[in-house]
Nanobody
């Protein structure tokens, strides 16, 4: 079973930056970041294939967020720039051995989540 542990969450002002990290027990075919705000459905933020490094982003974060990975360190990152209040949510790291979509149902393993709060 794949274990995932997120870190790097916190509170920042609008326009600021934050870098999330996900330490994985092993790197699967695809790693992703998801987020869930109060009263909202969990949505895909970004995903990356471990081997090739191909990336996908939700339109709401494209151009502001960057997903990357360090395979040697079994770590996935999410660099978040130009943060907006609407980015406030619990962010989850996820992993799957098949596919690399931004659909939560496609992922088998999940971290505990880390809170990101953006104030105006």
């Amino acid at each position: 079973q794949v274990q995932l542990v997120e870190s790097g969450g916190g509170s920042v002002q609008a326009g600021g930056s934050l870098r999330l990290s996900c330490a994985a027990s092993e790197m699967t075919y695809c790693m992703g970041w998801f987020r869930q705000a109060p009263g909202e459905e969990r949505e895909g933020v970004a995903s990356i294939t471990t081997a090739g490094g191909s990336t996908w982003y939700d339109v709401s974060v494209a151009g502001r967020f960057t997903i990357s990975r360090d395979n040697a360190k079994n770590t996935v990152f999410l660099q978040m720039n130009s943060l907006k209040p609407e980015d406030t949510a619990i962010y989850y790291c996820a992993a799957t051995y098949k596919g690399c979509t931004l659909r939560a149902s496609g992922y088998n393993y999940w971290g505990q989540g880390t809170q990101v709060t953006v104030s105006s």
